[in-house]
């Protein structure tokens, strides 16, 4: 009787580590969308990010990237995330602010000073804080990576001082923060989808639109606008979202890899836009479009409103501490 018990205890032994072991080794494949074209910074971080993870995970996390909003458009993606209709998104903090209100705090108007700062408040107590929120709405943040200053471009006149702006129709992303902005410039600011902003200045549906240089390339923008001015208006980050039921089903080990891997990539990526942008703005010269930069003194001043209107939503301290970050 005594071998009986434990032969058949060695057995349940036996049986439980093996389940153990395939648990843990299950295989997960992930689909990760994002906005911007095969060839745009977005695909480069993202492909590296996937395979550091399939790398550090032996092969048990497979995430396979969608660029040029292939997987569907942002706000669906974000949305879908959220609920769990989506894996993953690479975004803007624009489009996930219209769920995460808070997270428009970023993108208020010349809160940034440079790149450095953007790293210090966002891989910091900060952006842990914005994290919670999201988390709060079903998707888990795995880093807050780049996406850069904001530009404007037209092909209506050169954009020196806000009065150049006057009554000029510009797409901006779908953010509120962004439409005051642009009212406060005297513009009438669209929200159009990143999708379809070509296809709006192809027809003259807006007469212009802002964004960092790599989209301005990459999108080909210079085809149908013929002015961008430096005025750097904006900071955009780009947040990795991940459903956080599907996260949380994964084991501990895999969560931290996607997690630090994430973070790794953020600072990574804030790198890889710096170095790319002086050369993107050569080419975006030699595509024809006329650079001019601005005094942006006369443009923090039009749009200082704005943060005051907004130091009601967000709150002074919020605000406060990201201004005095060093």
């Not at 550091?52 to 458009?73: F, M």
Request: aromatic share 8%.
């Amino acid at each position: 009787m005594y071998k009986k018990i434990s032969c058949m205890g060695g057995l349940l032994g036996l049986t439980f580590a093996l389940t153990l072991g395939t648990a843990h080794a299950q295989d997960y494949n992930l689909k990760l969308g994002h906005t911007g074209a095969p060839n745009h910074h977005f695909e480069t971080i993202s492909t590296q990010y996937a395979d550091l993870v399939s790398e550090r995970t032996n092969g048990h996390v497979k995430i396979t990237t969608y660029p040029s909003d292939s997987l569907g458009k942002q706000t669906e993606l974000v949305e879908g995330t959220m609920i769990g209709t989506n894996d993953m998104v690479l975004t803007s903090d624009a489009v996930l602010s219209n769920m995460v209100p808070e997270v428009g705090v970023i993108n208020l108007p010349f809160l940034f000073r440079d790149s450095e700062h953007v790293r210090h408040v966002l891989d910091g107590k900060i952006g842990e804080e914005l994290a919670e929120r999201v988390k709060a709405q079903g998707a888990v943040v795995i880093g807050w990576w780049e996406n850069g200053f904001r530009h404007v471009t037209n092909d209506k006149q050169p954009i020196t001082r806000p009065d150049d702006l006057k009554g000029m129709k510009i797409r901006v992303p779908e953010g509120p923060v962004f439409v005051e902005t642009f009212k406060a410039l005297g513009a009438n600011p669209t929200p159009i989808p990143f999708s379809e902003l070509y296809s709006a200045l192809q027809l003259g549906v807006v007469d212009g639109q802002e964004n960092p240089p790599a989209h301005i390339l990459t999108q080909k923008f210079y085809e149908v606008q013929d002015y961008v001015s430096r005025t750097g208006h904006i900071y955009l980050s780009s947040p990795v979202l991940i459903n956080r039921t599907l996260f949380e089903s994964m084991p501990a080990e895999y969560q931290q890899i996607l997690l630090d891997t994430g973070r790794e990539m953020a600072a990574k990526h804030t790198q890889l836009v710096l170095a790319q942008e002086d050369e993107q703005w050569r080419e975006i010269a030699a595509m024809g479009m006329e650079i001019d930069d601005v005094d942006k003194g006369p443009f923090v001043e039009a749009t200082r409103p704005v943060i005051d209107k907004y130091r009601q939503v967000f709150g002074d301290d919020l605000i406060d501490r990201i201004q005095s970050t060093p």
